[in-house]
């Protein structure tokens, strides 16, 4: 089993970073690696949604769950445990995929979202998400998020963004994986 | 801190218009687009500086027992704190967690 590359989007000064083309049956699983995500705005988090085939906008039912893990650059906080901050029960917002991202120049989030079996009919679609970020207050952040879109629906599009202002920079590579 | 009315109005003039990368192709966002894209950057900017302010200065949150799990001493220290009150009788570790817990409170 291998990684297939599909195609690259790359946010300039953008509200959001849609994908509407290329997410279908052809594989059982895709992967978006979001790598150095740069909001315009300190403080903010990066989410995601999706879309059901057919259906119109980014407000598919979620469930999710939430875990984070800290450590910072003074070396004098750490912490991993839930946050209930973060998570949805059948919520239809943007999915929080990591939180309270800087904006210094140096700032920024990198991860990966695991979407399963999008094209299925039978089964509500699974996703896992591990990311990394330079939280504002100069932590290391992690990010573990799971749950399914509670539809049965194919979903067939995805928008990342920030909940708050634009993605100044940083780009997403879709790949499928079979 | 500002209301939502300002928020609005601020983000609105730092963005006059608003753009969307659709499948590598940047699309500027319709009205109702905009619309709504600057009332949820509001409505967030808004919500955050509530709970910035909160964490800062304490209140009633629904986020309170993360504000808690944040404020406590470290498990060491909390372990320091309850042998020297053993020892001592004093209520160190006590008054440590009822000082988060009334600064952070629940609603």
């Known amino acids: 089993?291998?990684?297939?590359?599909?195609?690259?989007?790359?946010?300039?000064?953008?509200?959001?970073?849609?994908?509407?083309?290329?997410?279908?049956?052809?594989?059982?699983?895709?992967?978006?690696?979001?790598?150095?995500?740069?909001?315009?705005?300190?403080?903010?988090?990066?989410?995601?949604?999706?879309?059901?085939?057919?259906?119109?906008?980014?407000?598919?039912?979620?469930?999710?769950?939430?875990?984070?893990?800290?450590?910072?650059?003074?070396?004098?906080?750490?912490?991993?445990?839930?946050?209930?901050?973060?998570?949805?029960?059948?919520?239809?917002?943007?999915?929080?995929?990591?939180?309270?991202?800087?904006?210094?120049?140096?700032?920024?989030?990198?991860?990966?979202?695991?979407?399963?079996?999008?094209?299925?009919?039978?089964?509500?679609?699974?996703?896992?998400?591990?990311?990394?970020?330079?939280?504002?207050?100069?932590?290391?952040?992690?990010?573990?998020?799971?749950?399914?879109?509670n539809t049965t629906t194919a979903i067939d599009e995805i928008s990342f963004k920030f909940d708050s202002g634009n993605i100044d920079s940083g780009s997403i590579h879709m790949y499928g994986v079979g | 801190m500002a209301t939502l009315a300002q928020w609005k109005k601020q983000i609105k003039a730092q963005n006059s218009s608003l753009t969307k990368m659709v499948d590598g192709v940047s699309i500027e966002l319709t009205s109702a687009e905009y619309k709504k894209t600057i009332d949820e950057w509001a409505q967030s900017s808004f919500d955050q500086e509530i709970a910035a302010n909160i964490k800062e200065n304490g209140g009633k949150s629904p986020n309170y027992a993360q504000y808690r799990v944040e404020a406590y001493p470290s498990i060491g220290d909390q372990l320091d704190m309850q042998y020297h009150d053993s020892v001592n009788g004093t209520t160190t570790w006590a008054d440590a967690i009822a000082t988060v817990k009334a600064k952070y409170a629940k609603p």
């Open chain 1, 1 to 149: 089993m291998g990684l297939t590359y599909i195609s690259t989007a790359t946010a300039s000064g953008s509200a959001s970073l849609d994908i509407t083309s290329g997410i279908d049956s052809t594989y059982n699983e895709y992967q978006f690696h979001f790598v150095n995500m740069h909001p315009a705005t300190d403080n903010v988090d990066f989410t995601f949604q999706v879309n059901a085939s057919g259906g119109s906008g980014f407000n598919e039912t979620i469930t999710s769950t939430a875990i984070d893990i800290y450590h910072n650059e003074a070396d004098g906080a750490t912490s991993l445990g839930y946050n209930g901050a973060l998570d949805q029960g059948q919520g239809t917002g943007y999915q929080k995929l990591v939180y309270d991202v800087g904006a210094d120049s140096d700032q920024s989030c990198s991860g990966v979202v695991t979407l399963y079996a999008p094209a299925s009919t039978t089964y509500v679609k699974h996703f896992v998400t591990n990311t990394n970020s330079s939280y504002s207050g100069n932590y290391t952040m992690q990010n573990l998020m799971a749950g399914y879109i």
